[in-house]
């Protein structure tokens, strides 16, 4: 195996600052910033404590500066692209907006991120809706995932429909152009979680989406804070989290400040863009707009023509270095299927619906160390509807 290098024939893993003798393959879920990254926002933040009053006075300013040129990389219109701190942000974002009506029923899939459809699922309880989960199988067809989510929607008026565009747990790309247009036939909203997307695909942003968020800190290798929320329905009105100054402001300025949130992150993301297509060397790559040598073939079989760019790009990080392979967890390499699981998501269980992190291995390592209340179990049924049943939150929610 070849490793990747960079434009002045270093392994590209020295970009990073990984832990000596430790090697990374899930970069899917947490990232990892170039050390030049880590320095460009730490020269910020100097910026910053150098200068608090000046800072803040001046980042609103810059901050649009940046989400403009962010845009341009995303090719968006920049007066659709709002920055949120992660897809979580955004998603939640989404759901506040809605919040104020009543009766809002949701649908999702059992291949959504878990905290996502929590959140979807939430917003169902709190306006008195009801949430539905479609089945889809690992193998399906991007025409037997259309159907499918079509006829759900015939059987269950859908206000918001939440799909990903790169499924996490499973590593589908699904195809979201089609799942919008039957969304809309249906009268629904749909939400697209592109957490994935950007740095992996070449047009990363579904633009018949009336909503769509991505994280920069993934496959972008932003640091962590950055992430969009692209807003194509103007129509539907969306107010950031956090009520600050900007709140009088159109969408999407009024994002730009967050009171005295540390900004750094958005400001650097485009640096950290321009810095892997400057720093690593190779011709033009097929999957994404950036100067990436084209992804290496693997030795298996893919596991569905669906999944072939996500999986390229991980076996890209695998042979750069940036990824790779010392811990990996025992008989998670079972199949095809799981092997992507793995690759994507190592530190959650590879159950579709659902992800259960921190898992026993990361609990071990001592990382992921959240206070969870028990995610739901996954559905035994492969048929929808699955009308979610509120078991989650517990009491302390319960007064919504
Ligand atoms: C599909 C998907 N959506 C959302 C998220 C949440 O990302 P964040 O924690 O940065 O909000 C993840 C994280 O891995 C994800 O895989």
């Known amino acids: ?14 970009l990073w600052r990984f832990a000596e003798g430790e090697t990374q393959l899930n970069h899917g879920s947490f990232g990892g910033v170039p050390v030049a990254i880590l320095n460009a926002q730490q020269a910020l933040k100097d910026e910053m404590e150098g200068d608090p009053v000046r800072w803040f006075c001046t980042l609103p300013d810059r901050v649009a500066r940046a989400r403009v040129e962010i845009a341009s990389i995303l090719g968006v219109p920049s007066d659709r692209l709002a920055m949120v701190p992660n897809a979580s942000a955004g998603m939640s974002v989404v759901y506040s907006s809605m919040a104020g009506r009543e009766r809002i029923n949701v649908m999702t899939t059992n291949h959504g991120y878990g905290a996502v459809v929590m959140g979807a699922e939430r917003l169902a309880r709190r306006t008195g809706g009801h949430s539905a989960i479609v089945a889809i199988p690992l193998g399906a067809s991007d025409e037997d995932i259309v159907g499918r989510v079509d006829d759900a929607l015939s ?5 918001l429909l939440v799909i990903d565009q790169i499924t996490s747990g499973s590593a589908r790309l699904l195809p979201t152009g089609k ?11 749909i939400a697209i979680d592109g957490a994935h997307a950007p740095g992996v695909l070449s047009e990363p942003v579904e633009e018949k989406a009336d ?4 994280n920069l800190h993934k496959f972008w290798c932003a640091p962590r804070g950055a992430a969009v929320l692209v807003r194509n329905n103007p129509d539907l009105e969306v107010m950031p989290l956090i009520d600050s100054w900007g709140a009088r402001d159109p969408f999407p300025a009024r994002f730009d400040y967050q009171g005295t949130l540390d900004s750094t992150a958005w400001l650097v993301s485009p640096t950290a863009w321009n810095y892997l297509d400057e720093t690593v ?3 033009a790559s097929t999957i994404t707009p950036r100067n990436w040598p084209p992804m290496p073939s ?15 790009c991980l ?8 990824c790779g392979c010392s811990r990996s967890p025992a008989g998670q390499g079972a199949g095809p299927g799981i092997t992507t699981v793995w690759m994507l998501c190592a530190c959650r269980s590879s159950t579709p619906r659902g992800l259960h992190w921190p898992s026993p291995s990361s609990r071990a390592r001592g990382i992921c160390a959240f206070p969870r209340t028990p995610t739901p ?8 509807p699955i009308t979610g049943s509120p078991s989650w939150p517990t009491s302390s929610e319960s007064s919504e």
């Open 1 to 14: 195996m070849t490793a990747l290098a960079t434009a002045t024939n270093a392994p590209a893993r020295s």
């Open 155 to 159: 059987s269950n008026p859908t206000d």
């Open 179 to 189: 799942i919008c247009d039957v969304a809309h036939d249906h009268g629904a909203v």
């Open 211 to 214: 909503f769509w968020v991505g």
């Open 281 to 283: 060397a190779g011709p």
């Open 298 to 312: 693997r030795s298996s079989p893919m596991p569905s023509p669906g999944t072939a760019s996500a999986h390229r």
């Open 315 to 322: 076996m890209w990080g695998i042979q750069s270095g940036l």
């Open 377 to 384: 179990p996954p559905p035994t049924s492969s048929t929808w």
